[in-house]
């Protein structure tokens, strides 16, 4: 079975420049959150959705970042127009729903981003 | 609102003895659970270890086990007889149960030395 596939891997863009960040969850995962890694902050969880519905996302930086879920299989996280402060390593992760469950979140590989 | 923090941005063990990672949170949900994971260098995302807020006792995983002190609200991954491949960045994370709403920790980084 596939796990959560992110792409790309690897973006190298120049400021001003639109960014988007794509994630396919893993089948029949009902929770799907976007991660934003760096050194300074660790892992900040910038929004996450339930069934394709955006629950929270006060985590989003500002109004250049968005986020949207069009079906259970994708979403995407653009961001528009990149800073150079916003490297770092973009996560998507998925979860089942079930409550009784470890509630262990699966990651995808990141996606880091380099703005020049 | 939810909170959780590490203090030690790194740490070194000597291999095949004993480490703690500290791990507070914060939350005023009385259902919540968990987590440690653990980053390689090469990046990945690594499940370890759960703990449920009601579970009268704490979480073991082989080596790993989380040291859940609910009064001090405190969480801390303590791994055994560390090895050369335990080296990564570690994160404590939670749940709330109510919202669903997943953070993590700052991470410590630790290195095991030969």
């Given amino acids: 079975d596939a796990g959560v596939i992110q792409s790309p891997r690897h ?9 988007t960040l794509r994630c396919k969850p893993i089948s029949g995962h009902d929770y799907l959150f976007w991660y934003r890694q760096t050194m300074m ?12 519905v955006p629950i929270d996302d006060s985590g989003m930086p500002e109004d250049r970042f968005s986020a949207k879920m069009p079906n259970a299989s994708f979403s995407t996280l653009k961001i ?9 390593v ?4 998925s979860s ?10 699966f990651f995808g590989e990141g996606s880091r981003l380099t703005v020049l | 609102a939810q909170k959780i923090t590490q203090t030690q941005p790194g740490m070194f063990v000597q291999e095949k003895e004993a480490v703690t990672l500290d791990c507070t949170y ?5 259902s919540y659970g968990l987590f440690w994971y653990k980053q390689p260098s ?17 979480a073991t995983e082989g080596r790993y086990s989380l040291n859940f002190q609910k009064a001090r609200k405190s969480a801390n991954l303590v791994i055994s007889a ?13 749940i709330d149960s109510g919202t669903y709403k997943y953070i993590f920790g700052t991470g410590t980084r630790l290195k095991v030395l030969a």
């Fill in chain 1, 90 to 93: 973009y996560f998507c992760a």
């Fill in chain 1, 11 to 19: 973006e190298v863009t120049e400021m001003g420049q639109e960014v």
């Fill in chain 2, 42 to 58: 090469s990046g990945e995302m690594i499940f370890l270890i759960y703990q449920g807020s009601y579970d009268q006792q704490n």
């Fill in chain 2, 26 to 30: 914060d939350t005023s949900d009385p």
């Fill in chain 1, 96 to 105: 089942p729903s079930i409550r009784g469950d470890t509630g262990e979140l």
């Fill in chain 1, 80 to 88: 528009q127009p990149s800073e150079p402060r916003d490297s770092a």
């Fill in chain 2, 82 to 94: 560390s090895q050369l491949g335990d080296s990564a960045m570690y994160f404590c994370a939670m």
């Fill in chain 1, 41 to 52: 902050r660790g892992l900040e969880l910038l929004i996450y959705f339930n069934n394709n």
